[in-house]
Nanobody, 128 residues
Framework: QVQLVESGGGLVQAGGSLRVSCAAS??????????MGWFRQAPGKEREFVAT????????HYADSVEGRFTISRDSAEKRVTLQMNSLKPEDTAVYYC???????????????????WGQGTQVTVSA
């Protein structure tokens, strides 16, 4: 059984920063074999891609809307992936989800269908 548990969400003013983390666990889960990603879903909207990081942690890719403001990183020893969010805007308000997808020779995944495992989500609210 693979579990992804997000933490660190909350309320912040526009222009502020927040960091959300995702801890992965599972007896047979090989964290270093998975591409990790962050998605978000605002009320009434579809889940959208935010950021992804390769299985080795040496390559990242971001949605245009967060490029230059968000940074994704991973710690294989702790089986943790983190999303540092700076210069937050009200439109960043959403539930943020962590996801894991088997790498299979790829470096990045941007579609929800490429990810096998999902966390339960953590709420991020940015006030104007």
């Amino acid at each position: 059984q693979v579990q992804l548990v997000e933490s660190g969400g909350g309320l912040v003013q526009a222009g502020g920063s927040l960091r959300v983390s995702c801890a992965a666990s599972g007896r047979t889960f090989s964290f270093s074999s998975y591409i990790m990603g962050w998605f978000r879903q605002a009320p009434g909207k579809e889940r959208e891609f935010v950021a992804t990081i390769s299985w080795r942690g040496d390559s990242t890719h971001y949605a245009d809307s967060v490029e230059g403001r968000f940074t994704i990183s991973r710690d294989s020893a702790e089986k943790r992936v983190t999303l540092q969010m700076n210069s937050l805007k009200p439109e960043d308000t959403a539930v943020y989800y962590c996801a894991a997808g088997w790498a299979s020779g790829r470096y990045h995944y941007t579609s929800t269908g490429d990810y096998e495992y999902w966390g339960q989500g953590t709420q991020v609210t940015v006030s104007a």
